[in-house]
């Protein structure tokens, strides 16, 4: 459940319900440990389209800090995922449920 608010209005609350067998987690690190900071995602579909993009990034606003995990709901796997690397090389990852963690590659 996540609990959401907005200043000078009432409480929202949402309901994850997918299964978490139809969730995609990433986790995109550096060699060092520390998250990509400018590491993109995209998530390719059958049509070679791109259905989902996103970007690790630090921050988000006034006392706040984002995560640097992905999280993508799906009804089905994807065709494929590319990531484009902060140093430049992109790569190309074969989707599968559940938690993926990978590494910047030199």
């Not at 459940?1 to 200043?7: A, F, G, H, I, M």
């Not at 978490?20 to 998530?43: C, K, M, N, T, Y």
């Not at 090389?89 to 030199?106: A, C, F, N, W």
């Amino acid at each position: 459940r996540l609990l959401c608010s907005v200043n000078n209005d009432s409480v929202k609350a949402f309901t994850f319900r997918a299964s978490e067998s139809h969730v995609l987690e990433f986790d995109l690190r550096l060699d060092s440990g520390a998250p990509a900071i400018g590491a993109r995602l995209q998530v390719v579909g059958p049509d070679d389209e791109i259905r989902h993009a996103c970007e690790v990034y630090a921050g988000g606003g006034y006392l706040s800090q984002s995560s640097s995990r992905i999280f993508i709901a799906t009804e089905r796997l994807p065709a494929d995922i590319k990531i484009s690397w902060p140093n430049g090389r992109v790569t190309s990852e074969v989707p599968r449920y559940g938690k993926i963690v990978l590494t910047m590659p030199d």
